[in-house]
């Protein structure tokens, strides 16, 4: 069964530091996509970052990155020079399989960052 | 401007009081799905549709019904909503395919049955 793990319910950083928000899964598919969201307060889901199963370089985008080790199954996102607006939930997500086409996700159960000033 | 938009927002009902919430995209998209979000559960898929006539049930599709009559909408039908499926709802849409293809999220739907 494919299944993602989010182990930090919360966590919190000073601002202007690095976060690694972990994340592992579980899977047979030798294809797969790894996806990070971002949900505020308010309540959207925002996309950050995307990680093919078959891309050989950790997937960058601004100061987000994906600390991809497939051996591991793992997928952390990393987040640099945190900034009070990133104080949110986040979601490590994968593109499980349907028949006809890989577009369902699988949802961890998410980590709640809160960055202090 | 590409978006997926639900309405309501936001729903208080009562037990047992049939409703739709919408969902409508701009980006003509073959596949949509619903997702409810629940603390500590992340989201976890309701149904899905492939394209106009074709869907299928989720993980959690008890007590939810949905149709895909048009390309650009995929309605979602409690017809006797419950306590328990008082949560926050989300419908996306993207391309079909084994690349890479972002779903589009939708703003949510905050429901509460009671």
């Known amino acids: 069964a494919q299944k993602i793990t989010q182990t930090q319910p919360g966590m919190f950083v000073q601002e202007k530091e690095a976060v690694t928000l972990d994340c592992t899964y579980d899977?047979?598919?030798?294809?797969?996509?790894l996806f990070w969201y971002k949900q505020p307060s308010s309540g959207e889901m925002i996309f950050l970052i995307y990680?093919?199963?078959?891309?050989?370089q950790n997937a960058t985008e601004g100061r987000y990155s994906l600390n991809f080790q497939k051996a591991r199954k793992s997928a952390n996102l990393v987040i640099s020079a945190s900034q009070l607006g990133d104080s949110a939930m986040y979601f490590c997500?994968?593109?499980?399989?349907?028949?006809?086409?890989?577009?369902?996700?699988?949802f961890g159960a998410g980590t709640r960052l809160a960055v202090h000033p | 401007e590409a978006q997926v938009t639900q309405n309501p927002r936001y729903l208080i009902t009562v037990t047992g009081k049939k409703l739709t919430v919408t969902c409508s995209q701009n980006?003509?998209?073959?596949?949509m799905s619903w997702y409810r979000q629940d603390p500590g559960l992340g989201l976890r898929q309701i149904y899905y549709?492939?394209?106009?006539?074709?869907?299928d049930k989720g993980d959690v599709p008890e007590g939810y019904k949905v149709s895909r009559k048009e390309k650009r909408n995929f309605p979602l039908i409690l017809e006797s909503p419950s306590p328990n499926q008082t949560s926050l709802y989300f419908c996306?849409?993207?391309?079909?395919?084994?690349?890479?293809?972002?779903?589009?999220f939708g703003p949510g739907t905050r429901l509460t049955v009671t």
């Open positions: 996306a849409s993207s391309f079909k395919g084994q690349g890479f293809y972002e779903q589009y």
């Open positions: 997500a994968m593109r499980g399989t349907l028949s006809g086409g890989y577009n369902k996700l699988i």
């Open positions: 980006m003509n998209h073959e596949y």
């Open positions: 990680q093919g199963s078959y891309d050989e």
């Open positions: 899977t047979s598919d030798q294809s797969y996509g």
């Open positions: 549709s492939m394209n106009v006539e074709v869907t």
